[in-house]
């Protein structure tokens, strides 16, 4: 059974899916607005609210390109760098105590995305119970083994990663010594397609890799939570805003508070119908077993000691008679007593 614990809640196989609300950069660096997103996280039953943790001077070059989707967000024509919109998304250490803080005090754990070996320090400093790695370094091996070193749950998402580059990551943290991993199904585009999805990979993943797994969702549809939950995924991770048209890379593709809502909503209801792999009568099927099922019951009137042949015999509700597999036993077997029409058998009628 695989299973890790990240604060007060199990994550994997046998617990329920673990739901991370990524706030990522949609603070605009703004204490109050990431304070608003965890109220957001917490009303939509979220286990985890998650940041992002980064310095610009650590994660780009000053003369780094913007992605398309930055430049569709932020503007062609704009001239704000993709470091000078990283500068505006930076998290100082007093912020994140801040909420930190506010996570403890609203009880839902706080995580965040390290993205370099001083950001995975300083989450350390504050004491994060796992880290989440995002799909960016999923070939940055260097951090994934520093961070494997801290000894705590870790949650890979594996956007844009060829399967033999997930499989070396994996390997390199399990090399370390750390066998806590979670690996995410993901899909690098923002939004994307619910074509590409491919959560199929999911089931890849959990055979060739062992490993708890789970989904990191960037479309905009409300399927993919549903077929991840059914196919086994243990890990749930979507992005949320408090507004779609806030200035920012991220708003666009993100989920409303409401639809935050549903999406947890949905996948909890996907677990419960999921329910047990043993087949059984469950309670609320045991009326209509008798009274849907069916039986074996007279098509005449029969006389007491008669041989009873088959155009005796109906087949006819209610359920709480002899059931009808089993009537080749009782053709050729002599009745107790005279029986009606209609009258429903029971082996106490029957020599």
């Known amino acids: 059974m695989m299973e890790f614990k990240i604060q007060n809640k199990m994550v994997g196989d046998g617990h329920p899916v673990f739901f ?15 304070k608003k997103l965890i109220d957001i996280a917490v009303d939509a039953g979220a286990d985890a609210v998650k940041f992002q943790t980064f310095t610009a001077d650590e994660l780009n070059t000053k003369t780094a390109p913007k992605s398309t989707y930055h430049i569709e967000t932020t503007g062609i024509d704009s001239d ?11 998290i100082s250490e007093e912020m994140h105590v801040a909420l930190i803080e506010y996570c ?6 706080f995580l965040s995305t390290p993205y370099g070996v001083k950001s995975a ?7 994060v119970p796992a880290y989440k790695i995002a799909s960016t370094d999923t070939n940055n091996t260097p951090l994934l083994k520093h961070i494997a070193r801290k000894r705590k749950p870790m949650i890979l998402s594996s956007a844009m990663a060829t399967m033999e580059e997930v499989e070396l990551a994996v390997s390199t943290v399990r090399n370390i010594g750390l066998d806590k991993i979670a690996i995410l199904q993901c899909t690098g585009n923002y939004p994307s397609k619910l074509s590409d999805s491919n959560l199929r990979v999911i089931k890849t993943y959990k055979e060739k890799l062992n490993c708890i797994v789970g989904y990191s969702d960037h479309t905009p549809d409300l399927i993919n939570p549903i ?5 086994g995924a243990k890990g749930y991770e979507k992005h949320f805003t408090i507004d ?5 890379p991220d708003h666009r593709m993100s989920l409303s508070a409401e639809e935050l809502k549903q999406t947890i909503k949905v996948i909890r209801y996907t677990e419960e119908a999921m329910g047990s792999p043993e087949k059984r009568v ?6 209509n077993r008798v009274k849907l ?6 098509s005449k009137n029969i006389e007491k000691n008669t041989i009873i042949k088959r155009n005796m015999l109906a087949i006819k509700r209610p359920g709480n008679g002899i059931p009808p597999s089993e009537i080749n036993n009782i053709i050729g077997k002599k009745v107790k007593y005279d029986l009606i029409e209609d009258y429903v058998l029971s082996l106490n009628d029957i020599k």
């Open 20 to 34: 991370i609300a990524e706030a990522g950069v949609n603070h605009n660096g703004s204490v109050e607005l990431g």
């Open 80 to 90: 704000q760098s993709w470091f000078d919109l990283l500068k505006t998304q930076e």
């Open 104 to 109: 403890i005090e609203k009880n839902i754990i």
């Open 121 to 127: 320090d300083l989450l350390e400093k504050l004491n």
């Open 227 to 231: 077929a991840a939950t059914a196919m």
């Open 244 to 248: 779609r048209l806030l200035p920012g």
């Open 282 to 287: 469950l309670e609320g099927e045991k009326e």
């Open 293 to 298: 099922r069916k039986s074996i019951v007279t």
